[in-house]
């Protein structure tokens, strides 16, 4: 069982202010209440008493990821990276914060094949030879420094707390725990800290890290320095090169936040805001959303609906394996890509009656699970500054490595890149050369931190799910823009198709039995998923009524809260 949120007393104080103020809330267009939703009840305690502190929407945040590192510490932390997407009231800006993790000063593009060229399993998933250089902790010090109210001592006080003080064993920490278990074995001080005596922890198990309580507060003390610098670096520096890595301290230190403009869109009226380069998501979403505008929707079965929005989904994935990658080394055609022309292109190659085998659309390159490790959170204050943030090591425990002395568990991002033209990674995809391995450059995500904006109001949401992230921002989308709520969002059944496997994967009950059938009769593959997709947190705020939501994926095991 997971404690309780000790700010019980915070939390009814402020159901109060939500009865007095819920009626104005519209007025000024500030919501006048905060909402957060988040994958673990303690990061949103954490949230809350930023807020409760005199913190904004943009302190919650660093207090909810950082607190996110340590009760989730198999979906992202200190030694991985992370999107904001921020809005900030006061001036309607927006911004998104590029935490993501740099290949090492010592990568190269065939660093992960043998002598035959062939791709050495598991090399860029397991060990220090799998991990970017993190960017998290950089974020949540810019954020802090450029955006927050309070200092990084307030909102990092909670992570560390918990740190210190242990986090209860829930079911997800125990079966990744399990899942990791052989790569662990390579890691004296990840073992210590997650197999206490050796074994996989049963659930209720008390799980401390004082190593990483230390090294949030070398961060919270010094900031940047804290970390990228001095002792935090030196310990990770060298605890990566004894086990076989890669990393230089000059990686560490050279480490750059990069603020970015983000993708917009406007679909049925709706404006899209969402990530750019060097994740996928906001071009997918928005040239999806492109491809579909020339459709109406409204008017179609429900076969032929999920038909065209399939179809949509396999051209999207097609340009992102083509052309997508760090823009910093190789320039996207991205007004291209964003281009209504364009999607109207994509959209006359679609039939009505039949699936277009993804080998039939030209050149792609010759090849090519669901989300719990990656998480999100989004978060809405009183004043109207929001926050969707996608936080990530990519795979359960990352690298399943931590250099001694630094509690910090390495990510395994490395495997976004495009380890061999044509070959799968992990999620299934496919990259060209424009997402190939070079020092310091970002490797392709699939994280997309996105709102939604229209006359009806705000929607705040991500989810973590490897590749199928941006259909799942893309479905949960669709369905607010027909008037559907939070919860609806976050409960929908799912389905994805990536260009390669050509492939429509699908949760049961995203498809009728008599949806299966026309779609297999139009010649689409359809493979129901063994597993649930996603875990998504979505807050919404509604102009009309001023009412403001927050819910959380049933298939997490979240309880979020409006207050
Ligand atoms: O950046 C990306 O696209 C991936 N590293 C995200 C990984 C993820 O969502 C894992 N969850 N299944």
Redesign the pocket.
């Known amino acids: 069982m997971l404690p309780s949120p000790p700010t019980i007393g915070l939390r009814l104080g402020l159901a109060a202010i939500v009865a007095a103020l819920c009626g104005a809330a519209q007025a000024g267009r500030a919501p006048g209440v905060a909402a957060i939703a988040a994958a673990h009840p303690l990061a949103i305690a954490a949230g809350e008493e930023a807020l409760g502190a005199g913190g904004n929407a943009f302190d919650a945040a660093v207090a909810i990821s950082a607190t996110l590192a340590v009760v989730e510490p198999y979906?992202s932390g200190l030694g991985g990276?992370a999107f904001w997407l921020l809005h900030r009231a006061e001036d309607g800006r927006d911004v998104f914060i590029d935490a993501?993790e740099t290949a090492p000063g010592a990568a190269r593009p065939d660093m992960y094949l043998d002598a035959q060229g062939k791709v050495v399993p598991g090399l860029s998933l397991d060990g220090p030879l799998a991990a970017g250089i993190p960017g998290e902790p950089a974020g949540l010090v810019h954020i802090a420094e450029r955006y927050g109210r309070l200092p990084l001592a307030r909102t990092l006080a909670p992570a560390i707390r918990i740190a210190e003080q242990g986090v209860p064993v829930h079911t997800r920490m125990q079966l990744g725990l399990r899942f990791r278990q052989s790569a662990a074995r390579n890691s004296p001080a990840f073992m210590a800290v997650f197999y206490p005596g050796g074994e996989v922890p049963t659930p209720g198990a008390l799980i401390r890290q004082p190593d990483l309580a230390k090294t949030l507060r070398r961060l919270a003390e010094q900031g940047f320095d804290g970390f990228y610098r001095g002792p935090t670096a030196t310990r990770l520096v060298a605890g990566v090169r004894a086990a076989g890595g890669i990393w230089s301290a000059e990686d560490l230190a050279s480490y750059k936040v990069i603020e970015r403009d983000p993708v917009r869109g406007v679909y049925r009226g709706v404006t899209v805001i969402s990530a750019p380069l060097p994740?996928?998501g906001g071009i997918g979403l928005v040239n999806m959303l492109n491809i579909l505008d020339g459709f109406d929707l409204a008017t179609l079965d429900g076969a032929t609906r999920k038909h065209v929005v399939i179809e949509a989904m396999r051209r999207a994935y097609r340009d992102r394996a083509l052309y997508l990658g760090d823009p910093a080394f190789s320039p996207p055609p991205i007004e291209q890509l964003l281009h209504p022309f364009y999607a109207a292109g994509q959209r006359a190659s679609i039939r009505l009656d039949r699936a277009t085998p993804s080998a039939a659309l030209p050149a792609g390159p010759s090849d090519g699970?669901?989300?719990?490790?990656?998480t999100h959170f989004s978060v809405l204050d009183r004043d109207g500054n929001r926050v969707a943030g996608?936080l990530?090591i990519?795979?359960w425990y990352g690298a399943a490595f931590m250099p001694p002395g630094t509690g910090v568990v390495l990510n395994n991002?490395m495997?976004?890149f495009t380890v061999r033209e044509g070959v799968a990674n992990w999620?299934e995809l496919i990259g060209s050369t424009a997402n190939i391995i070079e020092p310091g450059k970002r490797?392709?995500?699939?994280?997309s931190p996105t709102f939604l904006e229209s006359e009806r109001g705000v929607a705040i949401l991500g989810?973590?799910?490897?590749?199928?992230?941006i259909t799942m921002v893309l479905l949960a989308g669709l369905a607010w823009i027909d008037g559907a709520d939070a919860e609806t969002m976050v409960s929908l059944k799912r389905y994805h198709h990536q260009f390669l496997p050509d492939t429509v994967a699908y949760e049961e009950g995203a498809l009728t039995a008599g949806e299966i059938s026309q779609l297999e009769a139009r010649g689409h593959k359809l493979s129901l998923s063994p597993r649930a997709f996603?875990n998504m947190n979505v807050v919404t705020w509604d102009y009309a009524n001023g009412k403001v939501e927050a819910a959380m994926d049933p298939r997490g095991r979240a309880e979020g809260r409006v207050y």
């Open positions: 979906a990276g993501r994740s996928a699970s669901e989300g719990r490790d990656t996608t990530s990519n795979t991002e495997d976004d999620f490797m392709l995500s699939s994280m989810t973590p799910g490897g590749s199928r992230i996603g």
